[in-house]
Nanobody, 123 residues
Framework: QLQLVESGGGLVQPGGSLRLSCAAS????????IGWFRQAPGKEREGVSC????????NYADSVKGRFTISRDNAKNTVYLQMNSLKPEDTAVYYC????????????????WGQGTQVTVSS
């Protein structure tokens, strides 16, 4: 079973930065595209970014383009989301996700989710 654990969330002022991590256990990330999603209170979950298994292809939601960067270190079995120039509207629980049956390209059929990490952007 694919297990994912997010970390790195917290409280940050507008304009600040955070780096989220998504650590995988029980499987090797090398063969999986990984996505980041977020859900704000009262809103539906939305896709934020996705990275292919090789790291050679990435995509981003329009709302975060130019501010967020997804990357991966397969040797560490971890995917990262660097978030810069944070805005209050970025406040949400952030989740990473993987395709339980595998998938190299974005978007794969996501089905395994982490528990989420809270990001709050406020002065």
């Amino acid at each position: 079973q694919l297990q994912l654990v997010e970390s790195g969330g917290g409280l940050v002022q507008p304009g600040g930065s955070l780096r989220l991590s998504c650590a995988a256990s029980g499987f090797t990330l090398d063969y999986y595209a990984i996505g980041w999603f977020r859900q704000a209170p009262g809103k539906e979950r939305e896709g934020v970014s996705c990275i292919s298994s090789s790291g050679g292809s990435t995509n981003y939601a329009d709302s975060v383009k130019g501010r967020f960067t997804i990357s991966r270190d397969n040797a560490k079995n971890t995917v990262y989301l660097q978030m810069n120039s944070l805005k209050p509207e970025d406040t949400a629980v952030y989740y990473c996700a993987a395709p339980p049956s595998g998938g190299y390209v974005c978007p794969p059929p996501f089905g395994s989710w982490g528990q989420g990490t809270q990001v709050t952007v406020s002065s």
